[in-house]
């Protein structure tokens, strides 16, 4: 199975404030990577597939990068409504792996 | 806008087997590839596996072949039997779409149903 590890586990931040979240696959995976947002008690929601393509109706804010075994998830300026838990998902190879989570705290 | 809704019972007692059905509407069953998705308590999430409208499935090896996925495209439904289950199973568990050509991404999914292991 391929082992995809986010960092950090929690990042604390203000609104305003730019922040980015790693995601490192144990092979490569091209560019077959998708990002999700989930709120408390809410399925998640997709936000970028492919590695940087933005899902139809997902702010701006938001951006994928990276190819290969290095990913990164940029939220440009945090909005209140981010706060939030945000996992990687590769979809290149069986079986479909996640990361471990991301939380997206208040500072 | 599709819609996906889990339903089944919340309790099922250990050994036993939980049985979920993901009702699709707002969209086709058709052409689309179906998944299930849980997630335990306080942890991330594990896909299951996935069916095509056509009946063809692919399973995740971890669940040592106790996961068996159907589709009734006339219902518009498709559903979950996991067997043997224990309290590790107990998880929100999902049903999502998948859509796409060769590699399938989840961009629609049910908002969960918590499904709880005890006797």
């Known amino acids: 199975d391929i082992q995809m590890t986010q960092s950090p586990s929690t990042l604390s931040a203000s609104v305003g404030d730019r922040v980015s979240i790693t995601c490192r696959a144990s092979?490569?995976?091209?560019?077959?990577l998708a990002w999700f947002q989930q709120k408390p008690g809410k399925a998640p929601k997709l936000l970028i597939y492919?590695?940087?393509s933005l899902e139809s109706g997902v702010p701006s804010r938001f951006s994928g990068s990276g190819s290969g075994t290095e990913f990164t998830l940029t939220i440009s300026s945090l909005q209140p409504d981010d706060f939030a838990t945000y996992y990687c998902?590769?979809?290149?190879?069986?079986?479909?792996?996640f990361g471990q989570g991301t939380k997206v705290e208040i500072k | 806008q599709v819609q996906l809704q889990e339903s089944g019972p919340g309790l099922v007692k250990p050994s036993e087997t939980l049985s979920l059905t993901c009702t699709v509407s707002?969209?086709?069953?058709?052409?689309?590839?179906w998944s299930w998705i849980r997630q335990p308590p306080g942890k991330g999430l594990e896909w299951i596996g996935y069916?095509?409208?056509?009946?063809?499935?692919n399973y995740n090896p971890s669940l040592k072949s106790r996961a068996t996925i159907s589709v009734d495209t006339s219902k518009k439904q498709f559903s979950l039997k996991l067997s043997s289950v224990t309290a590790a199973d107990t998880a929100v568990y999902y049903c999502?779409?998948?859509?796409?050509?060769?590699?399938?991404?989840?961009?629609?999914w049910g908002q969960g149903t918590l499904v709880t292991v005890s006797s």
């Open positions: 492919e590695a940087s």
């Open positions: 707002g969209g086709s069953i058709r052409t689309y590839y």
């Open positions: 069916i095509y409208y056509t009946g063809s499935t």
């Open positions: 092979q490569s995976i091209s560019s077959w």
């Open positions: 998902q590769q979809y290149h190879s069986y079986p479909w792996t």
């Open positions: 999502a779409r998948g859509a796409g050509g060769s590699f399938l991404i989840n961009d629609h």
